[in-house]
């Protein structure tokens, strides 16, 4: 369960994660933690399992699965960010191609991914493939329309691309004319959109939650999209 004085810890890392590399780190290793927690209530164990950690940036969360005993391999489009982590490994490549075999991993992970990638019915249909079978995602996202949905846009993307990219290059001095995030495209994603998508694949959704929440926003029909700031998918493939 969420405490006070996670809440409190979440904000006093988040306010200062973009200050340094070092910052960012203890902002990763936070929310590795919080999704840890939620993990083992969801009874779903890595130790032991082999683990793709989807579009990794610096390895936080890599290097969590690691210290719980996966074996884990971390994939981005880049490797700037990225730091050697020992029982990790690291492999350049595309979320919508996974350079890897079908049936690989125990469990995959992808926070913050999908709101970043041009097709992201492929990214689905590749976890879907290179997950095995009873193999477990969880997958996480802010969904668009909620107040922090657009990243460094928020909340001017009430007000559209234009005016959300205006404000943000007078506010917060951002570079941007268009929703280009620093860590790609940025896309309207909803969490109608990705359960569809899941669906449409033959995956299962085993449950959607709202992260760090006492109250599950995202099930609540329409109003899920604009209340619930990072939706948690469970998915599961399952036996055929």
């Known amino acids: 369960m969420t405490t006070l004085k996670d809440y409190r810890e979440f904000y006093r890392v988040a306010k200062k994660r973009a200050r340094s590399h070092k910052d960012y ?13 939620f993990l083992k209530k969801k009874r779903i164990n890595l130790h032991g399992k082999t683990v793709l950690d989807i579009g990794s940036g610096r ?32 492999v350049l490549g595309d ?47 802010p969904p668009f329309w909620s107040p922090v949905g657009a990243h460094q846009f928020k909340p001017f993307h009430y007000l559209g691309e234009t005016a959300a990219t205006f404000f943000a290059r007078k506010i917060y001095k951002a570079k941007s004319h268009k929703y280009d995030d620093v860590y790609g ?5 909803t969490i109608r959109l990705v359960k569809g998508l899941i669906k449409n694949n033959g995956l299962r959704v085993k449950s ?33």
């Open 208 to 240: 959607i939650t709202t992260r760090m929440s006492p109250v599950n926003f995202a099930k609540i029909p329409v109003l899920n999209e604009f209340l619930t700031w990072h939706v948690e998918f469970i998915i599961e493939k399952q036996s055929i």
């Open 95 to 141: 979320a919508m191609k996974i350079p890897a075999k079908d049936n690989t991993f125990d469990f995959i992970f992808s926070s913050s991914i999908i709101e970043h990638v041009n097709k992201p019915e492929l990214m689905i249909r590749e976890i879907g493939r290179v997950l095995k079978n009873d193999g477990v995602c969880y997958l996480s996202f």
């Open 59 to 90: 390895g936080g969360y890599a290097r969590k699965f690691v210290r719980e005993g996966a074996r884990v391999v971390a994939l981005d489009i880049t490797d700037e960010l990225f730091q050697k982590i020992n029982g990790v490994k690291f």
């Open 185 to 189: 495209k940025l896309h309207i994603r």
């Open 25 to 37: 780190i203890e902002f990763e290793d936070f929310q590795s933690n919080i999704v840890m927690r």
